[in-house]
């Protein structure tokens, strides 16, 4: 006789996790004998027993905790919530991309996949989400998995199951008080990676989809070459646009009194040479935004920078009140002001609504707080350039 | 830092009720196609073939064109990255990887990825008692997910007429991949390829799990904790756990074979299941039990693995008993004495060291497969004539097309071959057109049916 191997796992929780009767079947080898088996009474038997104790679908042991700081294993089904905020800056990181997905499994012995049910959502301005609870299962199916993604675009995506860095397990999700921290893209990581990494799917399909010719030409051995650009890997000291200007410097200057959904711009990604963030005014017109881009150059580079911009904005003033060199610029319903620290090497433009910035003054005050803290954190002692 | 690892993937297995073998369609299966395509010449051969992106070349199936296809793909979770958008659309490596997944869907035709090389056997279910038989049939009656008594051996089902992605289907929506006239059909067949390539890719795979090569079906009916239909693979569910989709490793190598039978099994004994067999116990086929008293050697199910001469049954006289390991070091089982009674187990840290070190060999076989599925090629060259030759052909038929600049094909001859003409096909040059295409579709020397294509960009 073949002994049962022994196992060591426990196998209390996940029979049935506690959700309903345990109708597990014995492992005894034995040939069946089919005449019982067929026999109409027996069979209806059975059936009653079966359908009133063991035919409602079921979850398995979901492998992650249900708070981060708890022992105890959360529930498949949710409801999940938490927070997503800058690896960096731990700024909350408003309007990133939420998709829950839950898998489906049924079959005995040979498993099959049995469909899946997402959830798409944002996170709101303080980088907060939640997920609801799942309302229901297919019938004959079980829940085996839930998969939460995070994606925002400059950034590396989160997912639940999976750490970007090594592909390895990741085992700080929590369904409860869940805290992502998202890291900003860089040049050298890789696209491809990147889209397997996010999975597929309508909502994500429409999001990453500028990153496929980077993936394919990575595929066909092309790199970007040239300096290396990824951010932080400049000389001197790091920094980035969201450590120049925050929510509260905005509202202390223009008194405004709603939100702000933040992240760097859609135009360009973050890089060694540059930084952005957008403070997009929630439930208001985009006359309520305000953005700042920032470029951290070698001096004459930083110059040739700041020339670009005398001659591509639209109403340009120079006025020279902020730092080495500065201008206001005007263009419709958006203000500007851009300025050169030559020392540092760095440029500065700063993007706002008319709403928000009632005057230009507004704008000119609110650079000179960024260029007060681009000193704070680049003194020239340390070597700023 | 291993050690740290390791131990929080012992917290997430002491999570996971019970045991498992094989590997799951759209984790593992889909991670291991992934990683094939990878390492394999198919990104190469779609920007040949006029699909720029490559591995993400956006690629359409017309959910309209394949309504019960979309219903199988709806079975998928787009987490795991094998599901088109509303239209249909996804990249080259996602059909690829859906191909792999949907290998399982009906349950039916997973009872068709076992072969056991020592007796040519698929499945066979395995007897469960009398009342877990009668629970099934209550099962059946409602519907509900059922255990099929047979299955062909994985071997004869990749070319089995019943299976919907066997060989032929590849072939042709290859050829036609590259013969169809408008961009549109030829995406449509592209994908369709890859799925079949998918498909194909996953049957072998699964012979890369001990259980399903040494006709244990029985270590199919663990309970894995999702009520009382969840029966599985121990294996199978630890590989989804350790790696998901995500990380499975790359091919340690690529295994080149000159039949697609060579893969899975061949006479000297390289192919996939030959090499598990041999080289790892499943659950239900460990040592029998023993009484060391007796100091006869524990009986083998089958000859291999074999055991050494000496079992160290002092170590295994402790708690946790001793581990088995194979010549690399690998641990086979672990065995223990206890009340004089020999035993022998495969606990998770074991199987998670042979999964460490099946999943690149797996991979490597897939990479080879796919290798092997794409190994037709042709030359083309252009002077006043185009001129098609290609090697190691037998017979079948040879297209020629020319693409204008709108991307329509059209064909310039098309005529039977026996293989040894040289060259293929020798056509005028015509005037106009962007890009020239051949594709053969036959036999090879060695009779394997191919698909070989070529392509060129055309100057005028």
Request: charged share 20%; aromatic share 12%; net charge negative.
């Given at each position: 006789m073949t002994l049962t191997p022994h196992l060591s796992v426990s196998t209390t929780s996940g029979l049935g996790n506690g959700l309903g009767p345990v109708c597990n079947g014995r492992r005894t080898l034995l040939r069946p004998a089919r005449s019982v088996a067929n026999h109409p009474a027996y069979r209806l038997a059975i059936l009653v027993v079966l359908a009133a104790g063991c035919a409602a679908s079921a979850n398995r042991t979901a492998p992650f905790r249900v708070r981060p700081d708890a022992a105890d294993p959360g529930s498949l089904q949710g409801p999940f919530d938490g927070r997503v905020v800058d690896v960096t800056t731990h700024a909350p990181i408003a309007g990133a991309l939420v998709y829950g997905a839950w898998t489906f499994e049924r079959g005995t012995a040979l498993l099959e996949p049995a469909g899946s049910k997402e959830f798409v959502a944002s996170t709101d301005a303080a980088g907060y989400y939640k997920v609801p609870t799942l309302g229901g299962v297919p019938s004959g199916a079980r829940v085996t998995e839930f998969t939460l993604m995070i994606y925002k675009r400059g950034y590396i995506a989160y997912r639940s199951d999976r750490r970007f860095s090594d592909l390895g397990l990741r085992m700080d999700f929590a369904q409860h008080a869940n805290q992502v921290l998202l890291e900003r893209w860089r040049t050298e990581l890789s696209h491809s990676r990147h889209l397997r990494f996010v999975g597929s799917g309508t909502a994500v399909a429409l999001l990453t989809q500028w990153e496929l010719a980077d993936a394919s030409a990575e595929l066909d051995g092309k790199r970007p070459q040239g300096d290396d650009v990824r951010p932080g890997r400049g000389e001197g000291t790091y920094i980035v646009a969201a450590q120049l200007l925050t929510e509260t410097d905005i509202k202390n200057r223009t008194k405004y009194d709603g939100g702000f959904e933040t992240g760097p711009l859609q135009d360009e990604p973050d890089t060694a040479n540059y930084s952005s963030q957008h403070f997009k005014a929630l439930a208001r017109p985009e006359t309520w935004d305000i953005a700042i881009r920032m470029w951290k150059l070698d001096a004459g580079k930083a110059q040739e920078r700041y020339e670009e911009l005398l001659t591509q904005l639209p109403g340009i003033a120079e006025k020279d009140e902020v730092g080495s060199r500065s201008f206001v610029a005007t263009e419709g319903e958006i203000r500007g002001v851009g300025f050169l620290d030559a020392p540092r090497g760095i440029v500065v433009l700063i993007t706002c609504g008319i709403s928000q910035c009632s005057s230009i003054d507004d704008a000119t005050s609110l650079s000179k707080t960024v260029y007060d803290r681009v000193k704070t954190l680049l003194p020239m002692s340390l070597g700023g350039k | 830092m291993k050690r740290i690892n390791g131990l929080a993937l012992g917290a997430v297995l002491a999570l996971m009720p019970a045991t498992a073998q094989a590997w799951e369609p759209a984790t593992t299966q889909a991670g291991l196609a992934e990683q094939a395509a990878l390492s394999s010449r198919l990104h190469k051969r779609l920007v040949t073939l006029g699909f720029n992106g490559g591995l993400f070349e956006p690629l359409t199936i017309p959910p309209a064109d394949a309504p019960s296809l979309m219903a199988a793909l709806k079975l998928l979770s787009p987490t795991h990255g094998a599901v088109p958008d509303g239209r249909g659309r996804q990249v080259a490596l996602g059909w690829l990887a859906a191909g792999a997944a949907l290998a399982?869907?009906?349950?039916?035709?997973?009872?068709?990825?076992?072969?056991?090389?020592?007796?040519g056997r698929g499945w066979s279910s395995p007897g469960r008692g009398l009342g877990n038989t009668i629970t099934d049939k209550v099962r059946e009656a409602l519907g509900r997910a059922a255990v099929p008594e047979s299955g062909q051996p994985a071997v004869a089902w990749v070319t089995a007429k019943a299976n919907p992605f066997n060989l032929d289907a590849f072939l042709d929506q290859y050829a036609k991949a590259v013969s169809a006239a408008t961009p549109g059909e030829r995406s449509r067949h592209m994908a369709a390829a890859l799925i079949a390539a998918g498909a194909i890719m996953h049957v072998l795979g699964d012979l890369g799990a001990p259980s399903r090569v040494r006709g244990d079906e029985a270590a199919h009916l663990a309970p894995l904790g999702g009520g009382p239909d969840d029966l599985g693979s121990r294996m199978e569910r630890a590989a989804a756990l350790a790696y998901g989709r995500l990380g499975v490793p790359a091919p340690s190598r690529t295994i080149t074979r000159t039949r697609l039978r060579d893969f899975f099994t061949s006479k000297d004994g390289g192919g996939l299941a030959d090499l598990i067999e041999r080289s790892y116990f499943s659950p239900n086929t460990l040592p029998r039990s023993s009484r060391v008293s007796s100091e006869i050697k524990p009986k083998l199910e089958r000859p291999l693995p074999a055991l050494p001469s000496r079992l160290n049954i002092m170590a295994a006289n402790r708690d946790e008993g001793t581990v088995l390991r194979d010549a690399t070091g690998t641990c086979l089982a672990r065995y223990h004495v206890d009340h004089d009674i020999l035993s022998f187990s495969i606990e998770d840290d074991c199987m998670l060291e042979q999964l460490a070190v099946i999943l690149p060999e797996v991979a490597a076989y897939e990479t080879g497969l796919l290798d092997f599925l794409l190994r037709g090629e042709l030359s083309i060259s252009v002077s006043d004539r185009i001129v098609v030759s290609g090697k190691g052909l037998g017979a079948g038929t040879i297209e020629v097309l020319v693409e204008d600049n709108r991307g329509i094909r059209t064909r310039l001859t098309s005529a039977a071959t026996n293989g040894s003409n040289e060259p293929l096909a020798s056509v005028p040059a015509p005037s106009t057109g962007g890009r020239l295409l051949a594709v053969f579709h036959g036999a090879d020397k060695a009779g394997e049916p191919i698909v070989a294509v070529g392509a060129m960009p055309l100057a005028h």
């Open positions: - | 399982d869907v009906p349950a039916a035709h997973g009872a068709n990825h076992f072969y056991d090389p020592r007796t």
